[in-house]
């Protein structure tokens, strides 16, 4: 299976070389973790938006991602398509079959975080099962990912037990390994989690699969001041958050917010890559504006009001 | 043989480098609930007794061990006997991990079953234990298999399931078991997950070649009263693999019995047309070591790392991965693997019909297959242990495409 790699991404290359060694020497700093502090300064919720890469091309996700970080995503999480995605839901599931139709290869995803790390500024984290980096090779993932632009990683089907290697390969690079917690996790494996984890901890709202959900389990609140209790990392809350309500509660919980197969749908039913980039960001607007007021505010206020 | 072979997994669930836990964080807690809970009933012997009472009066424990003296003659090469799985209740040894997983549920205060199934084998087990059980049950199965197996979808409704299509990826058993995992992930609390082969995610492959391990142990206590001696050889198939460790099992440590499981050859070598991982020496393409639904092993997978589909005549053998503990008994050279093709395994399917008197699953008849293909190599004094791991009844609507 040959890499499809999109006309436009080969000037986006020489992009990349010419402007040398500043991407890298920001990226020691820590994308994720400047954008952190930023946000907190701001007193502000965090949103990161999820996209399937290669759905329905290569070419269309630089557009749509594009036009996220523009409306407002703070950070971007690009999901790697994989043929058996048991974490998540039926519309990601689809997004996925559909971005390995395209073709869509890690390689290629690759490809399109280069091409993107010419554009913006955007901390970007590469969302993805655990097989297809391993069926690259750890260190030549690692490799890759670190010199395309990426700033994090996390694969969905990987504990910290079973990391040992990956955390090194990534973590020698530069690169944040973000884990996940779950409502199921005891506070001895949160603990292991946190530990693990750099650049923010990915904390899973529900028992289930990603999803547009009705309304925020009840078990939330008091399952993010557990997690708070283990780490002074940010907390990212994801599955089943679609809506600015969604957002506004989360406010007072977490750092961020991350909302995936929301963004998906509009993807989804989309007629055109144009379209699908105008639908995503003016939901991304939505769930931004509600991010940045109301009940999203922390309760504790910035220090220093002329941040805002 | 150096050495013994290793026969328990590691604390962190590894056979040699295969195995492990590969899943999202959710699905930890309850893995680690399930490992506590089977150390603890293994200890116990009520558990132990009623499982044993269940197994004997209403699977229909111990099979017998029957010497197939026709197929001997006609073959003229060694002693077979058939390791009659194909006599219990449900028609294959799928009963055998179901009762020992059902009983650990109840124990774990779960009321509600999910399980998956390719061949609607292990569905119509866990259906029928669930129903004995007085335990709800979702069965998963690809809309594929549904087509194929359509008696058993029948016979799993009848028994209380509720039967879910599954109609995404290549609509087989890996697509159900995909589902069966989300749906465990989502009602994790109340529901227990009923594996039915030794794949997944620690300790999932070593319960379920506990639970049917049993298989091993009486063939090896029947054939030293009929023979007086042990086995030259053990042949079986392997889908998953949960029936041929199950008789292995319990020869691991005899280093004279050599071990032959048989993988679905389908109806090419290129990578798609067939489902044999650890028959690469055979020039079956595309099985690589990989993660897939919990587990480090060798997988059917393209070069970035994307599952591939499978090719079986038989639904239960066509699966992209297999049980970590064969891949290593393979690696070590502890037990070999090979591979029969759709056609090769009707034929062998026909030729017991007809000689035996005994209609085998189509899984079944891959092993005897390659039995037929090495009997006339093997002196007549070899004694050879095949597991019928099940009965055709299921499989009439293919056979008789064939005839």
Same mark, same amino acid.
């Given at each position: 299976m040959s890499n499809t790699s999109p006309s436009n991404f080969s000037s986006a290359n020489k992009a990349s070389s010419r402007e040398g060694g500043k991407p890298a020497a920001e990226k020691r700093g820590g994308r994720i973790e400047r954008k952190f502090r930023a946000l907190a300064d701001a007193g502000e919720l965090g949103l990161i938006a999820y996209i399937t890469a290669g759905d329905p091309s290569l070419d269309a996700s630089a557009k749509i991602v594009l036009a996220a970080a523009e409306a407002g995503a703070d950070i971007i999480e690009l999901g790697v398509p994989f043929s058996d995605p048991v974490a998540d839901g039926p519309v990601i599931q689809r997004a996925s079959e559909r971005a390995l139709r395209s073709g869509t290869t890690l390689t290629g995803v690759l490809e399109l975080v280069r091409h993107l790390r010419t554009r913006t500024n955007v901390p970007l984290v590469l969302f993805s099962y655990f097989n297809p980096l391993l069926q690259m090779g750890l260190e030549k993932f690692a490799e890759a990912a670190a010199s395309a632009g990426a700033d994090g990683v996390l694969a969905t089907d990987l504990t910290p037990e079973e990391a040992g290697e990956y955390r090194a390969a990534l973590g020698s690079r530069g690169l944040d390994t973000i884990f996940l917690a779950a409502p199921t996790s005891t506070d001895e494996r949160i603990a292991r989690i946190a530990e693990a984890s750099t650049g923010f901890l990915y904390l899973v709202s529900r028992t289930g699969v990603t999803g547009a959900r009705e309304v925020l389990p009840e078990g939330l609140p008091p399952l993010a001041r557990r997690v708070r209790r283990f780490t002074s990392l940010p907390i990212a809350v994801g599955f089943g958050i679609s809506a600015p309500a969604h957002v506004s509660v989360l406010g007072g919980i977490a750092d961020a917010a991350v909302v995936g197969s929301a963004l998906m749908a509009e993807v989804e039913r989309a007629a055109s890559a144009d379209a699908a980039a105008v639908g995503v960001a003016a939901l991304v607007r939505t769930l931004k504006s509600a991010a940045r007021s109301g009940l999203s505010r922390r309760s504790n206020p910035p220090a220093n009001p002329a941040a805002e | 043989m150096s050495a013994a /072979?290793?026969?328990? /997994? *590691?604390?962190?669930?590894?056979?040699? /480098?295969?195995?492990?836990?590969?899943v999202p964080e959710t699905l930890v807690a309850p893995l680690e609930e399930l490992e506590r809970a089977y150390a603890e009933a293994r200890a116990d012997k009520s558990f132990q007794k009623e499982l044993d009472d269940l197994l004997h009066n209403f699977a229909g424990r111990p099979t017998p061990l029957q010497f197939a003296s026709r197929l001997t003659e006609q073959l003229a090469g060694p002693r077979i006997y058939l390791k009659r799985e194909d006599l219990? !209740?449900?028609?294959? !040894?799928?009963?055998?991990?179901?009762? %020992?997983?059902?009983?650990?549920?109840?124990?774990?205060? $779960?009321?509600?079953?999910?399980?998956?199934?390719?061949?609607?084998? !292990?569905?119509?087990?866990?259906?029928?234990?669930?129903?004995?059980?007085?335990?709800?049950?979702?069965?998963?199965?690809?809309?594929?298999?549904?087509?194929?197996?359509?008696?058993?979808?029948?016979?799993?409704?009848?028994?209380?399931?509720?039967?879910?299509g599954v109609d995404s990826g290549s609509r087989t058993l890996k697509d159900a078991i995909n589902e069966a995992m989300r749906d465990w992930v989502t009602n994790v609390r109340t529901s227990h997950y009923l594996l039915g082969s030794v794949l997944g995610a620690h300790p999932y492959p070593q319960i379920v070649r506990d639970f049917q391990k049993i298989i091993g142990e009486e063939a090896r206590e029947q054939i030293l009263r009929a023979e007086e001696r042990l086995p030259d050889h053990l042949i079986a198939c392997v889908g998953g693999g949960s029936n041929a460790i199950g008789l292995f099992h319990a020869f691991? =440590? *005899?280093?004279?019995? $050599?071990?032959? =499981?048989?993988?679905?050859? %389908?109806?090419?070598?290129?990578?798609?047309? !067939?489902?044999?991982?650890?028959? #690469? #020496?055979?020039?079956?393409?595309?099985?690589? /070591?990989?993660?897939?639904?919990?587990?480090?092993?060798?997988?059917?997978?393209?070069? *970035?790392?994307?599952?591939?589909?499978?090719h079986s005549v038989s639904a239960g053998l066509d699966y992209p991965g297999v049980g970590p503990e064969h891949a290593w008994l393979a690696e070590q050279g502890r037990a070999e693997y090979t591979a029969v093709s759709d056609e090769d395994a009707v034929a062998a399917a026909r030729t017991l019909a007809r000689v035996e008197g005994i209609i085998p699953a189509l899984e079944s008849a891959h092993a005897l297959a390659e039995l037929i293909r090495r009997a006339p190599k093997m002196r007549k004094d070899e004694v050879v242990i095949l597991n019928l791991s099940g009965r055709g009844d299921k499989d009439m609507e293919i056979l008789s495409r064939y005839v």
């Open positions: - | /072979p290793q026969t328990m /997994p *590691d604390s962190r669930g590894r056979y040699g /480098p295969f195995g492990g836990r590969y219990l !209740h449900t028609g294959a !040894h799928k009963i055998n991990n179901a009762l %020992g997983q059902a009983l650990l549920a109840v124990r774990m205060g $779960k009321k509600r079953i999910i399980a998956e199934t390719g061949a609607g084998q !292990h569905g119509v087990a866990t259906a029928t234990v669930a129903a004995r059980l007085g335990l709800t049950c979702t069965v998963y199965m690809g809309t594929e298999d549904m087509e194929r197996q359509r008696l058993n979808v029948f016979r799993m409704r009848l028994l209380g399931a509720e039967v879910v691991l =440590g *005899d280093a004279n019995v $050599k071990m032959l =499981g048989v993988e679905a050859g %389908g109806r090419g070598k290129s990578l798609g047309e !067939h489902a044999a991982r650890l028959a #690469a #020496a055979e020039g079956f393409a595309g099985a690589r /070591p990989g993660v897939l639904q919990g587990t480090y092993t060798y997988l059917l997978q393209n070069a *970035d790392g994307q599952i591939s589909t499978t």
